[in-house]
T-cell receptor
Framework: DADVTQTPRNRITKTGKRIMLECSQT?????MYWYRQDPGLGLRLIYY???????NKGEISDGYSVSRQAQAKFSLSLESAIPNQTALYFC??????????????FGEGSRLTVL | RKEVEQDPGPFNVPEGATVAFNCTYSNSASQSFFWYRQDCRKEPKLLMSVYSSGNEDGRFTAQLNRASQYISLLIRDSKLSDSATYLC??????????FGGGTRLMVKP
């Protein structure tokens, strides 16, 4: 089983719908992140959380919200999906006790298509 | 201008070839650097860190030039299994990672 699990793995939805992507981890890491990946643009940070109840905006947070319900869970919501939010979304974790290693552990990704 | 820039490629090389990728970064405050590997339709995984003195891990060599603000990755004796996208990553103040757009490598028989 994957240490970082994302659901759903694929989702097709319509403009204006509310979508939630969920992420759970069994690594015991305190830090969690949501990225989106678009061709040629690399991974861009949407939101991150360094602990339960800690929420921070990333580079491209507009149109998104997150919730860190427990150390192991970090969910991403699109309140009203729009077509330019079509992308591959990755959840990632890291351990603050291992500083500056640059190692993020990614989930397998959630491919979202907004029609 | 993107903070971390890479040639998207693809780099098409025969098996056994040596191939090098460069990456430039614009934030002089960036503290540490890394290369990640991403296979098609998979998640990125850490390949190696990049140290100022240069470092090797088997067939892979990473180097950092702070004066010119670029990072390189050299792959010797390319294998078919090296085919992937290689992501250059900078760790800025606050321990946040900034990813480049990736360089695609295709190793052919």
């Amino acid at each position: 089983d994957a240490d970082v699990t994302q659901t759903p793995r694929n989702r097709i939805t319509k403009t204006g719908k509310r979508i939630m992507l969920e992420c759970s981890q069994t690594k015991g890491h305190d830090r969690m992140y949501w990225y989106r990946q678009d061709p040629g643009l690399g991974l861009r940070l949407i939101y991150y959380s360094f602990d339960v109840k800690d929420i921070n905006k990333g580079e491209i947070s507009d149109g998104y919200s997150v919730s860190r319900q427990a150390q192991a869970k970090f969910s991403l919501s699109l309140e009203s999906a729009i077509p330019n939010q079509t992308a591959l979304y990755f959840c990632a974790t890291s351990d603050s006790r291992v500083a500056n290693t640059g190692e993020l552990f990614f989930g397998e990704g959630s491919r979202l298509t907004v029609l | 201008r993107k903070e971390v820039e890479q040639d998207p490629g693809p780099f098409n090389v025969p098996e056994g070839a040596t191939v090098a990728f460069n990456c430039t970064y614009s934030n002089s405050a960036s503290q540490s650097f890394f290369w990640y590997r991403q296979d098609c339709r998979k998640e990125p995984k850490l390949l190696m860190s990049v140290y100022s003195s240069g470092n090797e891990d088997g067939r892979f060599t990473a180097q950092l030039n702070r004066a010119s603000q670029y990072i390189s990755l050299l792959i010797r004796d390319s294998k078919l299994s090296d085919s992937a996208t290689y992501l250059c990553v900078a760790n800025n103040a606050g321990n946040m990672l900034t990813f480049g757009g990736g360089t695609r490598l295709m190793v052919k028989p």
